[in-house]
């Protein structure tokens, strides 16, 4: 394949968020170059399992949607952002009936299922437990038909280019280790999560916040960054990945029980097993702290549910358990939390515009506040695809720019001396464990500091050279900072965010979202997202 030097669009990700705004740009008539680190169906999007949320009937249904994602999100939510998200979800999810999506129906009806914090059952699956990988499908059949999208697998994007102040393009690796430069009308992140910044994490590897660091080094602004979310739920086997068991399974009725084999929900919030997922996440973790610091185990336990079949309910993740010897109708399972979802990200208005002119970003990457603190349950498919295709609205109005062409290299990121014997894998697990013991689930100001001198002094040790594990660990190095001086400076618990040195809400002086841009420091600011940023 030849290298591409220029297209109408660059769009940074082939997830929903991505692939939905490539089919909006296409269809508009523009040439758009999706590019993907790895295969196509490599991205967060082909993991999701429990479902998509959406509001199907009417306006109860979507005004309680409204009501469950605000409430979900403990005080932070955009408002505006989340009623754009469940009014426009319907019209979106429409669209991908017609396009071949094929969820799950009974006697032709679409089947609903319930997960946490939902008040309603309003989630759409697919064979059972393989959602995102279904959606991901029909959307790369539709794009893959159009003749003016380009998809590009195996390509890095490494950079952003910028000239006079406006995002013109991109700097490309591609697996034999070229790199070029595209230049572009404007470049839509659309590149996903962060959880590899993290040792325990349910996303794949290329989820590296390869975007938001891009971003960063840019000089957009960055949002919320001190909200991620941690999955009550992934399995925990020894020295088996921390594959995700979705909240459907608690949805259908599955209890979590203790090292004592007893439930433990009620002490923790009335909503027992579909208590909000911080509050899940920190109850198990206190359960399986022993008395004397041990760890004890946590289950998760189908035993007593008789009403469905949860092989057949949930035959992706009973295989993968089956693997390791674990039946949901025969044994509790295992299980402690992991790093999940990014509620923070590149602040966007709800058109997906960043603070930088003519860079966009939507999905998991981007910030409208939708979430607020904490996402509700299979909120994020249905946001890529909102805001995936608001964002190609608002790019096929950008006019051609009068710099398009001139390109010179951003040039952003700095070499550095290579001290022998240091390698980057090396390097990434230390960061991730860092990252998990000062900056998971319970976090204070003295583990958090302890946490970014280790990450400066590991900086001070990075090899130099230009491939991708490099690029990756110099963003995941980012996204850590990030999230840690944004911890730092929430000195309140809210959502995802936990402070043990601050345990309570703080109103008053937080109900806002976390603001940082490259040479400034943490602001707090109420987000009016209608506006255009730039
Ligand atoms: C195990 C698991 C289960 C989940 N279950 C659900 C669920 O049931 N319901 C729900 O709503 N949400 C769920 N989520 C969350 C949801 O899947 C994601 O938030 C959502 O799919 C993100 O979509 P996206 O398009 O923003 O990014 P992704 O789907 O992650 O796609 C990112 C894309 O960007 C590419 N990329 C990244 N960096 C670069 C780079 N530098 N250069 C080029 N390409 C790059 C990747 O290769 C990939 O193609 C789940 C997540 C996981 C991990």
């Not at 005080?75 to 396009?99: I, K």
């Not at 092989?311 to 509790?332: C, E, M, N, V, Y």
């Not at 204070?444 to 280790?454: I, T, V």
């Amino acid at each position: 394949m030849g290298e591409i030097a220029e297209a109408d669009f660059v769009i940074v990700g082939a997830g929903i968020a991505g692939l939905r705004a490539a089919i909006g740009l296409a269809a508009a008539g523009a040439r758009v170059l999706v590019v993907t680190k790895e295969a196509l169906g490599e991205s967060n999007t082909s993991y999701a399992q429990g479902g998509i949320a959406v509001a199907m009937s009417g306006h109860e249904d979507v005004a309680l949607h409204l009501e469950d994602t605000v409430s979900a999100g403990d005080g932070l939510v955009n408002r505006e952002a989340a009623r754009v998200l469940v009014e426009e979800g319907p019209q979106r999810v429409e669209e991908l009936l017609r396009w071949g999506t094929n969820f799950d129906r009974e006697n032709g009806q679409l089947m609903l299922t319930r997960e946490g914090a939902h008040s309603r059952n309003r989630i759409l699956h697919a064979h059972g437990d393989a959602t995102g990988a279904e959606i991901g499908r029909a959307l790369l059949r539709h794009a893959r038909a159009m003749p003016n999208i380009t998809l590009r697998d195996w390509t890095t994007t490494i950079d952003l280019t910028i000239t006079d102040g406006f995002v013109t393009g991109v700097r490309l690796l591609a697996r034999n280790g070229h790199t070029n430069q595209v230049s572009a009308r404007a470049v839509l992140l659309a590149s996903g999560g962060a959880g590899q910044v993290y040792s325990d994490t349910t996303n794949p590897a290329v989820a590296t916040g390869d975007g938001i660091a891009m971003a960063w080094r840019a000089g957009a602004e960055i949002a919320d960054m001190e909200f991620y979310q941690f999955h009550p739920t992934a399995l925990s086997l020894p020295g088996v990945q921390r594959f995700l068991l979705s909240e459907a399974l608690r949805g259908e009725g599955a209890y979590l029980i203790n090292s004592r084999g007893e439930r433990f929900m009620d002490r923790y919030h009335p909503l027992l097993e579909l208590a909000p997922r911080d509050v899940v996440a920190r109850a198990i973790t206190r359960e399986g702290m022993g008395p004397n610091g041990e760890t004890l185990p946590v289950y998760l336990d189908m035993r007593h549910i008789t009403a469905i079949d949860p092989t057949t309910r949930f035959p992706g993740i009973s295989k993968f358990l089956a693997r390791h010897k674990l039946d949901l109708r025969r044994d509790p399972v295992p299980v402690r939390p992991a790093a999940h979802y990014l509620m923070g990200g590149v602040r966007t208005d709800i058109h997906g515009r960043t603070s930088l002119p003519r860079l966009y970003a939507a999905g998991e990457v981007a910030c409208t506040g939708v979430h607020g603190a904490n996402r509700l349950a299979s909120n994020s498919l249905l946001e890529g695809l909102v805001f995936g295709a608001r964002a190609a609205e608002a790019m096929a109005a950008e006019k051609p720019s009068p710099r398009f062409g001139t390109l010179p290299s951003f040039g952003s990121m700095q070499s550095k001396a290579h001290p022998p014997g240091i390698s980057t894998d090396h390097l990434r697990t230390e960061l991730q464990c860092v990252m998990w013991q000062h900056a998971g689930l319970l976090r204070d100001h003295e583990g958090l500091k302890n946490g970014r001198e280790r990450i400066r002094e590991a900086e001070g040790e990075n090899p130099q050279g230009n491939d991708r594990p490099l690029v990756e660990l110099w963003n995941l190095q980012a996204i850590a900072k990030l999230i840690i001086r944004s911890a730092l400076a929430r000195t309140e618990s809210r959502g995802a965010h936990f402070r043990s040195d601050f345990p309570h809400r703080d109103d008053a002086r937080f109900q806002k979202h976390s603001v940082i841009a490259k040479g400034k420091e943490v602001s707090f600011v109420e987000f009016s997202t209608s506006e255009i940023l730039v």
